[in-house]
């Protein structure tokens, strides 16, 4: 504990280099009073990395986008680019509110690793002992599927079942019948197939295993304890902002604005988080463990943990060097990359394209959210630990050294 407060001081004085102070979830209160040193090497990182995201960002003529960068309990990097309305020239600021698209998976496997803890829900809970009307082609099989195999795509039911009623907007209640019909490729924990009707099921399951609805769950226990202001889960609330990047089509060569849809917030699990990137810094801290007060290392280490094998499905990482195996676990990708490991999602909804990902490890982590699909988004993230990884080890060794000098 000693060593993690003494490391997040190191880190803090770093924080002059085009970063946005804010305020730490969870700090040390007190701490001793000892010679303060910038980590060169932390600080050359953050200064190469953000000059060339910039160059980056205007290059890719992207409307407007926002990334956080934190390491260990400090944000190093948080700031907005360019515009919320291309029209308007308003600009993106930490504060501007995004759609997160499929990153509201990771919400749903962090709030079901939640409800675990507390006792509300199991990892192996039957589907069908929640949610009574959930029903497969194969009865055994309905019997068999549990809130784990819902969780990591591993129903059985084919790729992308019924997202198409999904996007046209149809109920979870109405959509729920409708998998009966549905041929399966496999059995329950098999094989691995991405689905967002399915995901929305964590919705009925757990506004069962605890008795409250899912969006005020994510307000109880996610939202509200992590002081993320500006998150919701619905339509009605991210157009009643003023403060809102808007989704932008590309008509003509040129970007335009478009207009907010209610798509997804029927399955809020799915794809209906709303979200600034201040309140991404916050998550992180979550992700990196720097609040065991809501949830514990063990419970994360769950969530965390590879649950079926995506290396056939590389298109969804294809941008990422060096990857050389992929998995699924609860909500999250998990890359095994150069020796580490990576939980990462990205998303796409209405024109927004996000991308999350962290390195547990290291306790260092990345957010990005845009209101156009470009490059960009595609591009930062795996760019992002590419060059750290090049001043890994130098940031590694000077903390240690610095850290022997204060032992000494």
């Known amino acids: 504990m000693k060593y993690a407060i003494l490391v997040s001081v190191i880190l803090f004085a770093a924080v002059t280099i085009l970063a946005v102070n804010f305020p730490r979830t969870n700090a040390p209160a007190i701490i001793e009073k000892k010679e303060e040193r910038i980590n060169p090497h932390l600080k050359k990182f953050i200064h190469d990395y953000a000059t060339e995201l910039e160059h980056d960002f205007w290059r890719s003529r992207t409307p407007g986008a926002a990334i956080v960068i934190v390491k260990d309990s400090t944000v190093l990097l948080m700031r907005g680019f360019g515009y919320k309305d291309v029209y308007t020239r308003e600009g993106v600021d930490e504060n501007t509110v995004f759609r997160l698209a499929s990153l509201s998976k990771g919400f749903a496997g962090i709030l079901s690793g939640m409800m675990v803890e507390k006792g509300f829900l199991n990892w192996e809970d039957k589907v069908m002992s929640h949610v009574p009307k959930f029903q497969l082609k194969s009865k055994d099989q309905t019997f068999q599927t549990l809130v784990s195999h819902i969780l990591s795509h591993t129903t059985g039911l084919p790729y992308h079942t019924y997202t198409n009623l999904v996007e046209d907007g149809v109920s979870m209640s109405r959509i729920l019948p409708e998998f009966a019909d549905i041929r399966l490729i496999g059995e329950p924990g098999e094989i691995y197939a991405y689905q967002n009707a399915a995901y929305g099921i964590m919705d009925p399951i757990l506004e069962s295993a605890v008795g409250k609805p899912y969006a005020k769950l994510m307000e109880d226990y996610l939202f509200d304890p992590l002081h993320m202001k500006s998150a919701s889960t619905s339509f009605e609330a991210i157009t009643s902002l003023d403060n809102v990047a808007l989704p932008h089509k590309r008509r003509s060569g040129k970007f335009e604005p478009d207009f907010i849809t209610k798509k997804y917030y029927n399955t ?114 795996p760019d992002f630990f590419q060059k750290y990884d090049y001043y890994k080890d130098s940031i590694g060794i000077w903390e240690a050294e610095y850290m022997a000098d204060l032992a000494y």
């Open 268 to 381: 809020i699990p799915a794809g209906g988080v709303n979200a600034s990137i201040s309140d991404m810094a916050n998550y992180l801290q979550l992700l990196l463990g720097n609040r065991p007060d809501l949830i514990s290392p063990e419970t994360l280490d769950e969530v965390f943990t590879p649950r079926v094998n995506t290396n056939n499905k590389r298109r969804y990482f294809h941008d990422w060097p060096m990857v050389d195996d992929a998995f699924y676990g609860y909500g999250w990708r998990i890359l095994k990359r150069a020796g580490q490991t990576i939980a990462y999602h990205g998303g796409y909804v209405n024109r927004y394209r996000t991308e999350i990902a962290v390195n547990r490890d290291d306790k260092i982590g990345i957010c990005v959210l845009t209101n156009a699909p470009t490059h960009f988004a595609n591009d930062a993230v």
